[in-house]
């Protein structure tokens, strides 16, 4: 669709041109306030309404393959290829009706399939779409692909069908992005956060606020219009309510990203100790406590899990510090200097200490690790391993030292990582440490760094609103911040988008979904 | 299922029990005439009626994936942990429908889905069965698989579907073969065959003249109950008729095996001549041909076709014959002999010769191949490679000189492989040595080892009994060659078979199928 598009404004403004609720095209214009202005722009969709189709399940061989056409034609063009022993006209089933038959190239038969039928609206697309459920040969799926093409359908790009069900309002921009996390979610917490986000959890909060807020602004607006009247529409004190509900929401979103974008990936973990202190054998024993879990499951690839353990649903990825097994013995040194770069992109730093030494290098390598993350928000557990090897009196000894230096984010732990005693004990401490109750209980975690961006952005104009408030600042100004939150808001449900992002963030998506 | 069985009988006999098409329990009793006998069994079946449920799609992550369940409890057990806007109950829903909801474990919704329902008997197996369509995580997979299992499903083995719908009549054995063999066909040939072989191609051919066999056996075991009396009941020269027919069947179909396993798994062919006569180069340039076309379907890894071209749409497979590259340079060698047993493997050698060598080497090599393979079916072609580099009459000198070796399946070829000159000469002689032609019109060939045993036991038995007919032998020794016959053909579909030989077959398959 091409077209050419006449504005005319009075005053300094930012426009969008919309197509569905997706602003396809978007400027500023300023304008001294007398001026009257010709715009001339051409537009070029990057949207087209042909059928398209694709594989929508796993790449390979398998018992059956699916594969998915939507569009207005997707029934018509399954039909010209579908024949089954009543002569059935697909286009004249009901829908969510599945049908057995054959799909033929001319007299050929390619395979004996399940056609499903689901008709707009009331589809994931909300298009017409067809599900092919075929034999799961590469040749078949290839071929039948082939044939419907053949017969007017184009090849679906990465995430088309879902930009789709996104243009056609089934779902808004953040629950889009929510289906292509829960597609790559490998743990339950991932898992549950992919699945509010996609089932709309922290889309609703957030256009019920800036429903609220876009009140406001066109009562301001109407100020402005009668800005020589002193007349005051929209109720200032109501306002500075709102705003400071907004304020606090988007302060609890933009905080869970950290959170939220360690359960999405894992929670970094580093192990740090001196050579032999027994570095491999406690990775050793958190993962294979886990491996029966994990790969359990046809298709799981040991690779996919070789440094990631599952406590309770939540994954912990273990950051690769091999480097400090190669550190001299100078037990000094703890090798810690050669991974501060890891250690600071761990949400926890396991340091292994050893009976063995002084106490006095012990407490010294604790005080230098507490050192290096003191301004970030690394934890750190200290684990006192091989307590198996001495008596009871000494590991209680060492306990003491150390205890002073425990705090909510530093915690020590005794284990013997050969035999596994205690194990559960540091397994509930780093679930406490990155607040897994609060996981379980938290409905919403922001995972996506759009949104943390989006949510930062407006957070800062929002407390900018909150402090115009607060000096009285001119009408203009205030709807100019309040403009930006709606902005950045409307940014992460798509209520304001534009291609650019829409084709970064579909681009993502595996093909068929 | 267990029980015991009690038997009566008063002549050798073999003795099949079925549980509905298929003798779980087989023995023979020979016994002098007059004695009676009792025999006591114990049958413990492989099969059982619980509801089964595997993914059916390949494994792996994806736009959606697909968990089939099946068995008179499927539909009820899904409605557990189903539930819609409408509260619909799955169960009272009709057959052949699809219904979006979401799957739960207790108040947690692990996916939204789309089920379908198939009910018994008009599903893939026969019995009831569930498709559940759901986002393509590996968690998600497992999670689901895990709360039917709860609900009291069982995780099917490999193939257990497909064994039911054989053991309730949907499919014969051939035709159950013919859905594994699809599943892993991944040429135009293979592909045809195995779809052909699924919809029933061999089965009806061979239940036909099973059908007609046993209809004389009757008679002719009639014929034994009144064997004193020296009747004919049945027709002895229809009966040659019918023999001599099945005969001639049985041996296209028997000699079909070679081609047909050759088109499953591909074509074996070796390319051999000394270094630098362009092997990698020819092979390079026959893959580069194929490259485009194997290649454009997502998954479809490069490991999968590195051997392997596809000439209209039948699969040439190379044989590694590496180990030539490094034979010394001596020219009359050829490397020959270090891959005698390679070439033995393959359909068709391919022998490149140097226009740069002395005729009489080139001779020497022709012979002396063509006496390695003359006692096998192997087929020679002789590439007169690097045409680009002679002059015309140099090179028709030397087609000359081979010309005298040219057969029905030795053939000689002019090529440049480094241009690609006559390519299109070559692939036309793969595919007349072949018999391409033949492929596309012949609708049944055999590519199964266990149908090719068991039909070359049969054609073995079937022409003891033409030549008892001719000899005229007594009645008794007649029938026991037909029921040979009858047994061998009732393998093949499943008619007769046991526990042992299902096992075979389905432990093969993919789970899911």
Request: charged share 20%; hydrophobic share 40%.
């Amino acid at each position: 669709m091409n077209g050419y598009i006449l504005l005319w404004c009075s005053k300094p403004t930012r426009i969008f041109i919309y197509s569905n609720h997706v602003a396809v095209f978007e400027f500023f214009i300023l304008l001294n306030s007398n001026q009257i202005s010709l715009i001339l722009g051409q537009i070029n969709f990057m949207f087209d309404n042909s059928t398209i189709v694709a594989i929508s399940t796993p790449p390979g061989i398998g018992a059956i393959a699916v594969i998915r056409m939507s569009g207005e034609d997707a029934v018509n063009i399954c039909d010209t290829v579908f024949s089954s022993n009543s002569n059935k006209t697909l286009g004249l089933q009901s829908a969510n009706t599945l049908h057995y038959g054959k799909i033929r190239e001319g007299e050929t038969v390619i395979d004996e399939v399940v056609v499903g039928i689901f008709k707009a609206p009331h589809s994931y697309t909300g298009e017409n779409v067809v599900e092919i459920s075929c034999h799961g040969s590469l040749y078949i799926q290839k071929k039948i692909l082939e044939v419907l093409v053949q017969q007017g359908a184009r090849l679906a790009h990465p995430g088309e069908f879902t930009l789709r069900a996104f243009l056609n309002g089934k779902l808004d921009l953040s629950q889009a992005e929510g289906v292509a996390d829960l597609i790559s979610s490998s743990s339950k917490a991932a898992h549950r956060v992919a699945i509010n986000q996609m089932r709309g959890g922290i889309s609703e909060e957030i256009k019920g606020l800036r429903g609220q807020l876009l009140n406001f602004i066109s009562l301001i607006e109407l100020e402005l219009d009668f800005s020589e009247e002193d007349v005051e529409f929209a109720n200032r004190s109501d306002l500075r309510i709102l705003v400071s509900k907004i304020g606090r929401l988007l302060k609890i979103l933009k905080d869970s990203f950290y959170l939220g974008n360690a359960i999405k990936n894992g929670i970094p973990v580093a192990i740090v100790g001196k050579t032999n202190s027994g570095k491999s054998t406690l990775l050793n024993l958190l993962l294979k406590e886990d491996k029966a879990i994990v790969s359990d499951i046809a298709g799981t690839t040991r690779d996919f899990i070789e440094d990631i353990i599952s406590i309770d649903g939540i994954h912990f990825r273990f950051i690769d510090t091999a480097g400090i097994r190669h550190t001299t013995d100078k037990i000094e040194q703890l090798g810690i200097e050669r991974t501060f770069q890891k250690i600071s992109q761990a949400a926890i730093v396991l340091l292994l200490v050893d009976l063995d030494d002084e106490q006095q290098t012990i407490v010294q390598s604790v005080k230098s690790l507490k050192k290096q993350i003191e301004h970030s928000e690394t934890h750190l557990v200290v684990i006192i391993n091989k307590i198996d090897l001495y008596p009871v009196n000494e590991v209680d000894k060492i306990i003491r030292l150390l205890e002073p230096m425990v705090t909510n984010s530093n915690r020590v732990v005794t284990l013997s990582a050969k035999f596994g005693n205690n194990l559960e004990v540091l397994e509930k401490t780093l679930k406490e440490l990155i607040h897994a109750d609060q996981i379980e209980q938290s409905d919403i975690l922001i995972t996506n760094t759009r949104h943390f961006e989006a949510l930062t952005k407006s957070y800062e104009a929002i407390q900018r609103v909150a402090a115009g408030l607060e000096s009285n600042i001119p009408e203009d100004l205030l709807a100019q911040d309040i403009r930006e939150v709606l902005h950045y808001l409307g940014e992460i449900t798509g209520e304001i988008t534009n291609d650019e992002i829409l084709g970064n963030i579909f681009s993502k998506f595996c093909i068929g979904k």
